[in-house]
């Protein structure tokens, strides 16, 4: 079980690193423990997987892309929470392959906690965006961008984060924001052939 003292902590060293201080790995419990209790981050992002589900559901609908009453909903629904999963392991299994390698095994578990926890902070303007959305307080066009925004800035946050938590050179920070991105459009592209988008 996550306390809320651990949450109040990432979200403090979220911050900082946004804000490019190194400070702010002093707020996550590095160690073993540490960073197999950092998987349970995934939990505390199940809303956002349902807000986001909502969101782009509505977005079919608003498009004209799906009629409600002929909308796949359990198949949408089982694929929006394989890919999920799928997304959340990807990146660390893949590291773990290529750490030595690449040369990242001393602070591949650091990273890791720093990335899941992280994604607390990551979660928050998508939240806000896709809400805003299901409100009907912005239209579809007004969300794709914004949409497109968080990410802009969620790459930037990510490459900051693979920097300072790896202690890595500015190709090789890139290189691992890189795979990131193209894991989870690999894997959103998987989602959707599952369920027919």
Known sequence: MISLGEIRAALDGSWLLLRNRPEGMAFFDQSIQGFWRSFLVIGLLVPLLLVSGLAE?????????????????????????AGFGIDWLALPLLLALVAVPIG??????????VRN????????PYMV??????????????????????????????????RI???????????VVVLDVVL??????????MWGA
């Open 117 to 124: 926890w992280s994604s607390l902070l990551v979660s928050i």
């Open 165 to 175: 938590a790896l202690q890595a050179s500015v190709s090789l920070a890139i290189g």
């Open 129 to 162: 965006t896709y809400l805003l959305f299901l409100l009907g307080l912005i239209s579809t066009g007004i969300t794709v961008l914004l949409s497109l925004t968080c990410l802009v800035v969620v790459i930037w946050y990510r490459y900051l984060v693979a």
């Open 104 to 113: 990242i095994s001393h602070r591949y578990v650091p990273f890791i906690v």
């Open 57 to 81: 559901k509505q977005f079919y609908f608003a498009e004209n892309l799906y009629h409600p009453d002929a909308f796949p909903d359990s198949a949408f629904w089982f694929a929006q929470l």
């Open 184 to 193: 989870t459009l690999l894997i959103s592209q998987i989602v959707g052939l």
